[in-house]
């Protein structure tokens, strides 16, 4: 095959231990899934069916990076979330299956222009331009589920400067991996390279240029990333 120019070198995350590394496909995220963080979002914490949104696949970024203040916000806001990356392919998956398609997990963080986000929400518009900007998906390194067994509880956590921002635990998920798995499959055939940011606990904030931010969940290990001057 002949391009027009060199394509992309594909996005992709780290795996612990490995050299090679995890090729994303697609990034979806689920909107609202834990209830106190619904709640401090002005919404219902009902279990109402997840919603998702997406993002660029070349939005991942590693740990240890420094994320540059994005454009076209004041409002620039980190969640601490449990990413699950798909390893196998699947299209409406029985949850009882779900796992089968999880490769590993990791640390992510969904970085949200939040003022963006929400005039887009209160006018019916899409969420895009809040959160699907350039570097907008910080990663740390994939634990594979042969090592980590299923997931399904464990503490969640963000510090800002060291300070504690988020606390919570993947057990308090309102839909957990296997049911968010099973949902998304009904909708999209999932594909090896996919990760799906499974939402964020209560505590979201906003973050300015020279801020260290650092989280971690129990099992996976932690992530660091700096806050920049915008470009
Ligand atoms: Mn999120």
């Given at each position: ?14 795996i ?10 697609r ?19 009902e279990?109402?069916p ?7 696949a ?5 740990s240890?990076s ?11 806001h980190?969640?601490?979330e449990l990413?699950v ?14 796992v ?8 992510g ?12 929400r209160e ?16 990663c740390a390194p ?12 464990g503490?969640?956590?963000?510090d ?9 635990d993947i057990?308090d998920?309102?839909w957990?991996?296997?049911e968010?798995i ?5 909708s999209m ?20 240029a020279?801020?260290?931010i650092?989280?971690g ?5 932690t ?9």
């Amino acid at each position: 095959m002949n391009y027009l120019f060199a394509p992309p070198v594909p996005a992709s995350v780290a795996i612990a231990g490995e050299s090679v590394r995890f090729p994303v496909r697609r990034i979806f995220c689920v909107g609202r899934n834990y209830a106190a963080h619904a709640i401090e979002m002005g919404s219902d914490p009902e279990r109402d069916p997840p919603f998702f949104f997406t993002k660029p696949a070349d939005a991942v970024v590693d740990s240890g990076s420094t994320v540059p203040y994005p454009p076209q916000t004041n409002d620039f806001h980190y969640e601490i979330e449990l990413v699950v990356s798909i390893g196998r392919a699947g299209f409406d998956i029985a949850e009882d299956k779900a796992v089968d398609l999880v490769y590993g997990y990791g640390v992510g963080i969904d970085l949200t222009r939040r003022d963006l986000q929400q005039a887009a929400r209160e006018q019916g518009r899409p969420w895009d331009w809040g959160k699907a900007f350039d570097l907008s998906a910080p990663c740390a390194p994939l634990h594979p589920i042969g090592k980590t067994g299923e997931l399904t509880g464990g503490g969640i956590w963000l510090d800002v400067n060291g300070h504690r921002r988020q606390q919570a635990d993947i057990a308090d998920l309102i839909w957990n991996v296997r049911e968010v798995i099973a949902i998304l499959s009904k909708s999209m055939r999932l594909q090896p390279g996919d990760l799906v940011y499974t939402g964020t606990p209560a505590g979201v904030g906003a973050v300015v240029a020279g801020d260290r931010i650092t989280g971690g969940i129990d099992g996976l290990g932690t992530i660091e990333i700096e806050i920049g001057e915008a470009r």
